[in-house]
Structures are given as structure tokens and as C-alpha cells.
């Protein structure tokens, strides 16, 4: 099955600062790659995500990449705010729905005013 | 829309007791899971399923049982509950049509 390996466990950055938090995945035929932000006494939501077919998507102050050769993918944050301080999670599937995603152990990042 | 909704937020139970929390969904997607939280551990699946009636195990599923009569409802049941199931529980669901998962707000649950 897959393996999701995420790193680090935890970030700490100042405010304004870049962020980057790297994956990598073992299933080659993985193609959707979800991430997700955890805030504190919430449950994880999508903030963005990026299929096998494309390198690089951005949203704003977010973007992540993807290398399917070497199997990893990572998320991009510039010009961190207090409010992005939250437990990150990347996830890996294959396509279809009936694959079940599985998901890295997260990173708490913490962003100091 | 409600989304995923999950009862109840937070729960004490003795070694032994059963419970079952609730998750239930508006969305109408096919596919519903639970995933327990642990300190460093991520997100741990221990259910899923993929329509109504239909139900599968998932990496922890020991100590859970599930049922799926209806597309809204995915009820996870305790039937002896052990310290070992002190977690926090989050149900989900999604649509193959775009893979995104849904989470529920979850069941902080603790085994004294």
C-alpha cells in the first residue's frame, strides 16, 4: 500500500517568513495530492491540492509542487501570518474516489508574531 | 448546508462501557470514513465505506464496529472501551467526482 512520509514535525518561523513542508510517497500510480490545514480544536479542511498531471499550482500566498519521478511534493507558504499557525497535513490517492487517501503525520507550524 | 456533523464534541467513558458516536453528512457523497488523531500519529483510518451497505476495515480497526444503512449516517460503535481508544475522532466523506474529504468538527473521547 502507500506510504506518505511528511517532514518536519514541527516548524517554527517568524512572522513574514517563508514556510515549506516536504512529502514524499511510495505508490507510483498515486495522482491526487490533497493538503490539508488543521486548526486547533477543528478538523483538517482542503486548502489546496495538485493531480499528477500538472508541477505547480499557487493560491495566493500558498503553492505546491510536485516531482512524480521522485515521488515528492511540497507546500509553499510565503509571508507567513499568526493565522496560519495550524498542524498541516499532505495525503496521497489514486483517483476515483473508492481509493482511500493516505496521510502524512503532519506539521505543526508555528508562526511568531 | 450542515456539511459533517459529528455528536457528541467530547465524551467520558469507563474501561468496559460501549458508546457509539454519531456522523452524519448533507452532501450526499458516496464514501464516508473515521479516522482517530493521536498525539504524532497523524490521521489513522479505521473505517470506510463506499456507499450504503457497504463497509470496509481500515489500518486500526480493532475495537470498532460500523454499520452504513443510509447515504447520510456512518455511526462508529465501542463495544468494551479500553484507555487505548482515548482519541480524538474525525469522521469524513467525500465524492470520487473530486477526491476532496470533508471532515466533521469531532468527538474528543476519553477511557478512564
Known amino acids: 500500500g502507500e506510504n506518505v512520509e511528511q517532514h518536519p514535525s514541527t516548524l517554527s518561523v517568524q512572522e513574514g517568513d517563508s514556510a515549506v513542508i516536504k512529502c514524499t510517497y511510495s505508490?507510483?500510480?498515486?495522482?491526487?495530492f490533497p493538503w490539508y490545514k488543521q486548526e486547533l480544536g477543528k478538523g483538517p479542511q482542503l486548502i489546496i491540492d495538485i493531480r499528477s498531471n500538472v508541477g505547480e499550482k499557487k493560491d495566493q500566498r500558498i503553492a505546491v509542487t510536485l516531482n512524480k519521478t521522485a515521488k515528492h511534493f511540497s507546500l509553499h507558504i510565503t509571508e507567513t501570518q499568526p493565522e496560519d499557525s495550524a498542524v498541516y497535513f499532505c495525503?496521497?490517492?489514486?483517483?476515483?474516489?473508492?481509493?482511500?487517501?493516505?496521510f502524512g503525520r503532519g506539521t505543526s507550524l508555528i508562526v511568531h508574531p | 448546508n450542515a456539511g459533517v456533523t459529528q455528536t457528541p464534541k467530547f465524551q467520558v467513558l469507563k474501561t468496559g462501557q460501549s458508546m457509539t458516536l454519531q456522523c452524519a453528512q448533507d452532501m450526499n457523497h458516496e464514501y464516508m470514513s473515521w479516522y482517530r488523531q493521536d498525539p504524532g500519529m497523524g490521521l489513522r483510518l479505521i473505517h470506510y465505506?463506499?456507499?450504503?451497505?457497504?463497509?470496509d476495515q481500515g489500518e486500526v480497526p480493532n475495537g470498532y464496529n460500523v454499520s452504513r444503512s443510509t447515504t447520510e449516517d456512518f455511526p462508529l460503535r465501542l463495544l468494551s472501551a479500553a484507555p487505548s481508544q482515548t482519541s480524538v475522532y474525525f469522521c469524513?466523506?467525500?465524492?470520487?467526482?473530486?477526491?476532496?474529504?470533508?471532515f466533521g468538527p469531532g468527538t474528543r473521547l476519553t477511557v478512564l
Open positions: 495525503a496521497a490517492s489514486r483517483p476515483g474516489g473508492s481509493y482511500i487517501p493516505t
Open positions: 465505506s463506499v456507499g450504503a451497505g457497504i463497509t
Open positions: 469524513a466523506t467525500w465524492t470520487g467526482f473530486t477526491d476532496t474529504q470533508y
Open positions: 505508490d507510483s500510480a498515486s495522482n491526487y
